[in-house]
């Protein structure tokens, strides 16, 4: 699509993240040109972008710093679509799904997850990427589950 901190992968694998871009590039499957300054080519259009790993098959996803990977904890069943997730420095996060794919308990996230707001995600255990709505962040597990439970309501 374009816009700002989407997430896509390559043919060949590499994850890349778009950057403070909102352009309209709806295609599937697209031939595009990637330049060494970090510039994707599509129709006559450019967009800023940035690496953000590498997805194979065989191996899990690679990202920098900045993304955040985190794993389905909880998923109450029947309360809208709201889940906690834990990072692997043990913080747990409060995220709505808004859309692509819907991850699972068990299933691992990776993102731009330091802060609240809309945000472009990927799922390296099936491949897929999906949008969130960070809605808190670096929670305990007890204030996790208090906040969970206010929107279940």
Known sequence: ???ND???TI???KLWQVKYEYQYLYEFYPSVEICAISKLIL???SLSIMPVGSFNLREKAVAPKTNYQ???VLKPSGFRSYFLADSDLGDMYLLEWYGGHDPGKGESTIGELR???FKDVFN???GNSGKVYVDDY???KARALEKLREKCR
């Open 124 to 126: 390296p255990d099936s």
């Open 43 to 45: 129709k006559g259009k």
């Open 1 to 3: 699509m374009g816009n």
């Open 138 to 140: 670096m929670l305990s």
């Open 6 to 8: 989407e997430i896509f």
């Open 11 to 13: 043919s060949h694998g």
């Open 115 to 117: 802060g609240c707001g």
């Open 70 to 72: 985190v794993k389905v």
